[in-house]
């Protein structure tokens, strides 16, 4: 089945730095990748949707500056925290679907925790 | 946009018994409800969906049905069994929006032994 490769699986870092999450479909080829949050005991919020070759569709109340999406292949999607804070501490999940399957499946990756010291 | 409420928040059944979780969409155009378990710290995973042109469908203990006039669908897990717990999520798609999937709250799901 289709596999979504995500890294780093957490990451620390220090308030004020950039920290850089990777989104891989490893067998397939995905033009679309959705970028989710989900803090804990709670339910997974659509950041943004990541196209491949053209800008980010950002959701309401996702400041696009700080959340650095880029997606510059088929099977690559990265998610840039800039200036990170405590606040912006979370589980960070990326998915992916796979067009050529006909079913239309979204695969989610496995996260990335992100700590802000 | 697509709204999802889903009930309960939590839920502890008994082993062998059954357990229901049920959602409410408020975009008609939404044409795919798939439900996700996620063990905690791990990444969600699809257990089931079903497409709006159905109305019922099942996988050995889960089952799923969707009332589209009503604009709910339901998980149905039989016989459940201590390794179903876990937080299940319903989620609607709005073909419309991009395909973007909107997610419920989330059930958490303690099955006792």
């Known amino acids: 089945g289709a596999v979504v490769s995500q890294h780093p699986s957490w990451v620390i870092c220090k308030s004020g730095t950039s920290v850089k999450i990777e989104c891989r479909s490893l067998?397939?080829?995905?033009?679309?990748m959705f970028w989710y949050r989900q803090f804990p005991k709670q339910s997974l919020m659509l950041m943004a949707t990541?196209?491949?070759?053209?800008?980010?569709?950002?959701e309401q109340g996702v400041e696009k500056d700080k959340f650095l999406i880029n997606h510059a292949s088929l099977t690559l999607s990265t998610l840039t925290v800039t200036s990170a804070h405590p606040e912006d501490s979370s589980f960070y999940i990326c998915?992916?679907?796979?067009?050529?399957?006909?079913?239309?499946?979204?695969?989610f990756g496995a996260g990335s925790r992100l700590t802000v010291l | 946009g697509e709204n999802v409420e889903q009930h309960p928040s939590t839920l502890s059944v008994q082993e062998g018994d059954s357990a229901v979780i049920k959602c409410t969409y408020s975009?008609?155009?939404?044409?795919?409800f798939p439900w996700y378990k996620q063990e905690l710290g791990k990444r969600p995973q699809l257990i089931i969906d079903?497409?709006?042109?159905?109305g019922e469908k099942k996988d050995q203990r889960i089952a799923v049905t969707l009332n589209k006039t009503a604009k709910h669908f339901s998980l149905h897990i039989t016989e459940t069994q201590p390794e179903d717990s876990a937080v299940y999520f319903c989620?609607?798609?709005?073909?419309?929006?991009?395909?973007?999937?909107?997610f419920g709250g989330g059930t958490r799901v303690l099955v006792k032994p």
């Open positions: 998915s992916a679907r796979d067009m050529g399957d006909g079913a239309n499946v979204l695969t």
């Open positions: 067998d397939f080829q995905a033009t679309t």
């Open positions: 079903i497409r709006s042109n159905v």
């Open positions: 989620a609607a798609r709005l073909k419309a929006a991009g395909n973007k999937l909107t």
């Open positions: 975009d008609s155009a939404s044409n795919y």
């Open positions: 990541s196209n491949e070759g053209s800008k980010a569709t950002y």
